[in-house]
């Protein structure tokens, strides 16, 4: 059974909705000819808008789309809800929000769960970090460090060249080990992991890159990590 997550540091249908080329990866990794892919939204609120351009997108694949809220919740038995579906993306926003409201539904060790028997997890921004040990967000206002999920270990930082203060702010943490060593993802990269390993970078842009950063010296180690660009 594959344990697979793939962490986008941004793109996909919220940010590049006229090019499918990382959404179409996701649902590519799944086996099933139509999977069942669900939207949770919890980092946003739930924002309806946000909803709504995941089913404007996703109504396009071969696929059976779905949402997950917590403010709405669709079934009072979120376990079998979640453990019927083959993809689950978390929406970018609030980091802490996430992981906070995840906790007191149970809703963290229901993903632990699905991601142990095959279904496969992926998201943006927030939804990226949750499933690292820790990383760096703005859910406090200012960037800072925050402790996730765990199901990956060290650290991640979404956005790496989308947002001009997310480098500075993620290698400085990295040099004073505020943070562990992690992973750093541009808009339009995204890390597929299988188990816990790197399995491959891909991307949806030519210039898009991710990369591995570590202590070093000193100061700070930005290891390029070989990706591949899913553009014809």
Known sequence: MLKQIIALGGGGFSMEPENPALDTYILNQCSKKTPKICFVGTASGDAESYIERFYQAYNAFDCIPSHLS???PPSGDLESYVM??????????????????WKEWGLDKILYKAWNEGIILSGISAGSICWFEEGVTDSYGDLTDIKALGFLPGSNCPHYDGEKDRRPVYTRMIKDQVLSPGYAADDGAALHFIGTDLHAAVSSRPDAKAYYVRPADGGFQEEEIAIKNLQP
Request: cysteine-free; charged content about 25%; hydrophobic content about 50%.
């Open 70 to 72: 917590l403010f709405k």
């Open 84 to 101: 019927d579906k083959d993809i689950i993306f978390v929406g970018g926003g609030s980091t802490k929000n996430l992981v906070a409201l």
